[in-house]
């Protein structure tokens, strides 16, 4: 056990819980979003470079039939695919994560269980990049289709009967010319007719029939977007009359619904990353650009901003700035008034999220102020801590106006929260430093000699007072020594009071007082 002999302030120890506490918070964040990836109904699948598993949520497991957390870093491809696969997809995945081809947003393949059995699935995938934007590996989530499969076959039976079919079917020649529409066709398509090969069911028709007669295949899907809508047209062959029939069903709302599962993967692979950033570096400037840097990215917006409050003049200042294709204007943006934008500053400060599709519909004062920064739509999370109000977040979209969904907002508030938090613990941090320091500082310039000893006496520390009563030049020659053996102490006739100073016992010799504390 040491004895220290300067006790450190009550504030300092305060500080350290504080900055404990926000590191639980952290944590608590991060695992909040892996608990996500666990309740979603879909496999979430990560795989590195060389396509092993860095990630695989509950459901990937449950439908693979292998207990959770086995098939860590095991070679996906290898272990998951059939055999006959397993070539073509290695050279495929190899090629995609160098960018020698293109990386396939979306396909269908089929997957083996651990018992043997096949089951189809449907994959949505996104490359993931480092911060210098090298690929790291790939994100995907998969659905089970296996049963969808088997029903898109039941409904091919059920158009055999178009009349009475309530989905929308028509034939044509291979050559794109209309020769039936079941009602359902002429009730929700019937412009059909009238635009011929240039309605998208009928586009490249041509193209379809050639590939039906070469490859003597009978059976083509592909989707088409018309408007906002989304549609599955599914083409089969009939050879001996020569038509090809189409099957067009409604998928807007699966497609959305994989839009959205896609962008939520990218939502709390972001706030992961984030939350890993923080608790990784002790550089606060950094992790505030390239957490913006990575805000804009995820958006694709032309312009992010951070701003700092400054409460003794009421003004903020452009601490941090992110572009896309647009001009800097952070010079520009340093301790503004909130007076300028009166009506956003109170929202603001009041810590309300502030979203302006269109900075055109703005009262005179506000609307003048953005457009002057070339802002067509605006969108703002305030940053507070336990202190009050820090700043804001600001996204800018200068090219054209934009409508911000309610989860982008969602993810904006998170990565808010972290920010705000990583604000606060940098900045008690470098109070615990400055303290430190003038701690030290104290010790060093004081006239009064400051050591400590461990309980058999050995010298852990002397301060340059201290090595100057010992006869010492400097540390090295005392630390380690045992401090009744040195030669003033000695000479001085110490030795029988500093057996007692040991003991915590302060005594008087030749008119000074020594006092010691045990640690």
């Not at 934007?133 to 409904?155: C, F, H, L, M, V």
């Not at 158009?159 to 028509?170: D, G, I, R, T, Y």
């Not at 412009?191 to 070469?214: C, M, N, R, W, Y």
Request: hydrophobic share 35%; glycine share 4%.
């Amino acid at each position: 056990m040491e004895q220290q002999y300067l006790l450190k302030p009550n504030a300092l120890l305060n500080m350290l819980e504080d900055l404990e506490e926000i590191k639980q918070d952290l944590q608590k964040e991060k695992e909040r979003a892996e608990k996500y990836l666990n309740i979603v109904g879909n496999i979430i699948l990560v795989l590195d470079r060389e396509g092993n598993i860095q990630l695989l949520n509950k459901t990937g497991y449950q439908l693979l039939g292998y207990p959770e957390g086995s098939l860590l870093d095991k070679d996906w491809i290898k272990l998951c695919l059939p055999a006959r696969d397993y070539l073509k997809t290695k050279d495929q995945f190899e090629k995609s994560v160098t960018q020698k081809i293109h990386f396939p947003e979306h396909y269908e393949n089929s997957i083996l269980t651990k018992s043997g059995k096949e089951i189809v699935i449907s994959w949505h995938n996104n490359l993931l990049k480092d911060e210098q934007g090298k690929i790291t590996g790939t994100i995907s989530a998969g659905e089970d289709i296996t049963k969808r499969q088997k029903d898109e076959q039941e409904i091919k039976w059920l158009a055999s009967f178009p009349e009475k079919n309530p989905l929308p079917v028509f034939e044509t020649k291979l050559n794109g010319e209309l020769t039936y529409l079941n009602p359902s066709s002429q009730k929700e398509f019937p412009e059909v007719s009238k635009l011929g090969l240039k309605h998208p069911f009928l586009s490249a028709l041509s193209t379809i029939a050639q590939d039906f007669s070469k490859n003597k295949n009978n059976y083509f899907q592909r989707e088409i977007k018309i408007n906002k809508k989304y549609y599955l047209q599914t083409l089969t062959y009939i050879f001996d009359q020569k038509l090809i029939r189409s099957y067009i069903v409604d998928i807007t709302e699966r497609k959305l619904a994989e839009k959205e599962l896609s962008k939520r993967l990218i939502y709390e692979h972001l706030i992961t990353e984030v939350s890993n950033f923080a608790l990784k570096t002790n550089n606060l400037s950094q992790f505030l650009q390239e957490t913006i840097k990575r805000i804009g990215n995820y958006l694709n917006v032309s312009r992010v901003h951070l701003y700092e409050y400054d409460q003794k003049t009421n003004t903020v200042s452009n601490t941090f700035e992110w572009v896309n294709g647009v001009s800097k204007n952070q010079d520009k943006l340093q301790q503004v008034h909130f007076k300028a934008v009166a009506k956003l500053s109170r929202q603001i400060k009041s810590g309300k999220v502030v979203n302006i599709p269109d900075v055109d519909k703005l009262p005179l004062t506000e609307r003048k102020f953005l457009q002057a920064l070339k802002i067509k739509s605006l969108l703002v999370i305030p940053l507070y801590n336990r202190d009050g109000f820090l700043g804001f977040i600001s996204i800018n979209e200068c090219k054209e106006q934009r409508s911000w969904s309610q989860a982008d907002v969602e993810l904006l508030c998170s990565l808010a929260r972290i920010i705000s938090e990583v604000i606060e613990s940098k900045k008690s941090a470098n109070k615990v430093k400055v303290s430190e320091k003038i701690r030290k500082d104290l010790i060093d310039s004081s006239p009064l000699g400051i050591y400590s000893i461990n309980k058999q006496g050995i010298i852990d520390f002397f301060n340059p007072a201290m090595l100057k009563m010992a006869g010492a030049k400097n540390p090295e020659e005392v630390i380690g020594l045992n401090a009744l053996t040195l030669p003033n102490y000695k000479k001085a006739g110490l030795t029988k009071y500093f057996v007692d100073g040991l003991k915590g016992q302060p005594f008087v010799k030749n008119g000074i007082r020594y006092t010691s504390h045990t640690a």
